[in-house]
């Protein structure tokens, strides 16, 4: 045999992939599951410390489940929910990747909405197939922009990302309040801080008025999937993914590879805060119609959880946003139903992240679950 | 005092680090623990100070068994270690640094700092360890912060001492008057166990030599009797050929000439300071000198990750002085920098990612702007079976790699191309002997089709092996340069000018 | 070669970096006196500041400061230390001209709304210090953690849980026993912090963002469920301010620091004493290696875990009482979310302050007197819109932590997890 013949069957062996491990599928798949089964364990234990009794949590959770898909109307309220979870949920995970702690989703959706709603009123006249998707994208690059503000900050001064973004979202509120007090932008006749109105040309459109018109499910679920298949693209397919990645993993190393760090720091950010913002105006042009003080209800602090949940990546960030989506949908109907405050879905969703995020709690707890780590693993 | 490790077994997952390890120490002798990069005497003797607890065996202190839950038993009960890694907190001054975890106080947990000074003083004026209590840990070369990590043992009574690899960062002359600082200690009363890869050091300074290898004792000899090669052959396991063959130098046209280059660091102090120097091809040009005089820096600029304050570096005629790191890349400079795990790959990343770490964007490997990943694994498993790289595949994690295939793996990424200069930083530290010699083979290809070889390393008998000059840094400067080609320089030579003395 | 000569020539290339950021601070300050001039130039009238109350024991004459004259003067003198900046600026007279230059420009925005009417600067010193509270004892609670390398963004729920607390057991128990339910409870929380971060290795700045969203969670569902129901459990009685005799006369500084209430007082008392232990105790000492070079505190016997849960517990503890400011120190009642980011601020303090406990004090007086100006100009009703004015503190965050007024380094092993083996 020569040597040339060695090598390519040494070359073939190692293009040969490895069957998954039996770790990752326990971390993929066992560790959510029992996180999620305490999480609602523990949150009926908070039940049962406020004085709510057993027939009224089992009642509590038979809604939940009803409400995030037990008829078409609950499965169109999920994906209603789910939509800018995934969509912001993704921006951070793409940030995360890049090793970037994004806490400023919140403050990118508003001022994401925001620029949609008045790009949306500001150019009324426009047809449909222009106004709606031109909104999106004043909402994704607003979004960018703000987010931006953070990633140079970043790449310029060192200023840790946490706390700008932190800041960031704080003065959002601030700025919102003060937009909508603009006589250009507040609504006609109206004291209060509110928008006017986006018009129905700028509107994502029902997608199942057809079958009942109370079903609110609107076109951005395309946006959503899109963005999911632009973000797996982007981050495994591409140059500029490979960087993302490489600077989140080790930042010396990508500058050793000839990385550009903080011009890669600001498109990542950048990136992030048009995913933040597209959903933003997703809220807007599909759910609410319009902009009022902090109309982002706190999406851009679940879809952390998102991003954390669905483990930063695409498809998991789909699945993740998806049970919030359920979770919230549920919620709703867990509080119509048995008079259970929402505000239990987040402690639940705290909980499942907890559990998520610390995989050796999760094994401490449940031993039983997995296979014995002694051998074979690296710390 | 006499120690004694009985049947000592510690794993780290799979790894086995220590298997059924027997040995012993008397007062007032070296012994001497030799044992190449990864053989696991970091690790045996972190079980002895207490640090790592054993999976099996016990250690026996004058005759009786004892059992350390935590550094601190192992320091009362009168064993002391001085790492490998300085364990000081830079921004504590040096008498912090001896009394942490011993302090002396005053009323209210008041910490006496004066106390703690004058003895730090008493203890460096009875062994001649001269430090200055007061002075700050990250001010302090590196030879100095050795002696303050010894008189922390001191300081806590130690009987028996523990050193791992302390010549590592001392020149010559240093190590000299190191010997002369442990013969005293052992002259009063102390065990001490010394450990090294270096053959003349342990038949220099041993009373005693035990051999590790692969986590087992595998021999102990005694030094007035033991020769080198016997010694290497017991350590590596088969006999060693220390000579790289240097023949046929051929120094072709000046490659990579630097001018007058001046680099500062972060705070604005000099790192490099005025230096100029010309790399030709076909020839291997080593930088020796002591850790932290500039030669990282020097390497750094010549890559472009760090910026030049003065000077200009010229590569194949080109100035590439500001020329951003890919720039200088795609011109042929290859790069194997100095730290394998921060810096020359990621070690979440597969063996293929590692591979194209710093060439993805090349036509071969790229189209637009996505990734061809089949093209991918396809050159990383030729360019891995090439270079003896092993492991399962290249879709494995890098990081999973042993430390002699991670640097494998980047010398074939940075060698495999078309490259015209090598620019390499410490490419063998911390390896076993059989990566080392594949990768002093493999550099000494690269001169051998006329590339332009730099070396920087703090191991001397790497640069007088493989280079054709040598030049010493000390200061950021460059203060002497030798031609190994025209008359081979006396390692003592060398350790002068590393150490300041105008050659 | 010279060696004197060969230190000297490299300083034309160092001056590059320092001298950029002199110049770009000199601009600063020549723009921000010419926007005293232009924005406020126009000031007819005097400023009147009360330094006394009509029934102090030492009564002040008002302070009288006619508008147009000292805005132009503190014009002139910004001008000045930016002019310098440019013509022999540097070294310590960077940070120091831009603080000066910053105060001055306060100083006329101050007299500039004040002009024409009166103002008691004795109650606006009052409230920056009662303003000041929660964030000084936020950041003094995240100097704790990260001294011994532990990242603590959980300040904020930290704070929600002390105030929650606060609020329900005293409601429950009364004003001492609500006050120790929330520094319990606040500990309770660094200890789970310490727990999922130090045993279980939990991404840091993920263990904190999850803290804070189940302490929001789980006290707006607690408010909601309870709390709208049984009004009674959340009425709790309020701590007032306990004058100090004699000290509590003194003019200005008296009112400011004398005639507080207990959380004022603990806080600088917590300030006081975390010095002394962090810097000139063998604890403190220990603590401190810990967050700098854990394996190095390790091998001395130290035990890195134990050190790091401590202090995080105490840091939790302190927090709880800064939360409890927020409901037994000043309303008695708790909504959600009603430390609106007062814990980040801190941590901002903890950055602008060196990672020192006095530092962060005094980065938190800072943040206090913005937030307490604010309301005072609300109330004296100036043309700039009060959101602006909100914002001041958040965007003078984002100044301090992008290093514009110098950087400090942070613990060596900050953030990072600790692996015996
Ligand atoms: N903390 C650790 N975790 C896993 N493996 C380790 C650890 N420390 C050492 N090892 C492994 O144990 C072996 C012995 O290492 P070490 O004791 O450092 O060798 P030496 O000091 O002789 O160079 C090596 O294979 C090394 O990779
Ligand atoms: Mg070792």
Redesign the pocket.
Known sequence: MSVNESLDAARDKLLQRAAPDRTEFEDLVIVPLFAFAVALILGAVTMLATGVDLATIGRSYVALLVGSVGSVNALSETLVAAIPLVLAGLGLALGFRAGLFNIGAEGQILMGGLAAVIFGFTFSALPFVILMPLSLLAGALTGAFYAGIAGWLRAATGAHEVISTIMLNLISYRLLDYMLSLPWVQREGRADPVSRSVPDAAELPRLLEWLDPNLRLHAGVFVMLLAVAFVYWLLFRTKLGFEFRASGASPDAARYAGMHASLIIVIAMATAGALAGLAGANQVLGVLGRATPGFSAGIGFDAIAVALLGRSHPIGVLFAGLLFGALQAGGRQMQVDAGVGIDLIGIIQALVIVFIAAPLLVRAIFPWGFRNRQKGTH? | MDVELKAITKR??A?V?NKDVTLQVRAGEVLGLL?E????????MNVLCGLYRPDEGQIVINGTPVQFTNPGDAIAAGIGMVH?HFMLVPVFTVAENVVLGVEPVGRLNHLDLKTASAKVREISARYGLTVDPDALIETLPVGVQQRVEIIKVLFRSADVLILDEPTAVLTPQEVEDFFGIVRSLRDAGKAIIFITHKLNEILEIADRISV?RAGRIVGESDPATATKADLAEVMVGRPVHFEVDRSGAAPGDAMLVIKDLTVLRDDNTIAVDNVSLTVRGGEVLGIAGVQGNGQSALIQAITGLMPAARGTIRFLGQDITHASVRARHKLGLAHIPEDRQRMGLIPDFTVAENMVLDSYYDPRYARGPQVQWDAVNQWAATAAAAFDVRTTSVFAKAGHLS?GNQQKLIVARELSRDTKAVIAAQPTRGLDVGSIEYIHSRLMAARAEGDAVLIMSSELDEILALSDRIVVMFKGRIVAEFDANVEKPEKSQIGLAMAGVAA | MNGAETLQRPNAAIDLGARRRTRIVGAILILLAAFVVVVLGDAPGDATFRLSRPRDVWVLPDLIVPAQPFIYIAAALTAFLGARQFLRGGGRWTTLSLGLGLGLGVLAFLVWATAGNAFSLTGMLQATMVRAVPIALGGLAAVMCERVAVVNIAVEGMLLAGAFTGALMGSVVGGWGGLLSAVVIGGLFGFILAALVVTYRMDQIIAGVVINLFVLGLTSYVSSQVFAEMRHLNNAPVFRAIDIPLLSDIPVIGPMLFQQNIFVYGALIMVAVSTYYLFHTRNGLRARAVGEHPRAADTLGIDVYRTRYLHVTIGGMIAGFGGAWFTLGSVGRFDENMTGGRGFIGLAAMVFGRWHPVGALMAALVFGFTDSLQQKLALLQTPIPSEFLAMAPYVATIVVVAGLIGRARPPAADGKPYVK?
């Open positions: 710390q | 780290f997952g790894v680090a044992g990069n990864g053989a696991g005497k970091s690790t045996l490998q590790l430390g | 083996e």
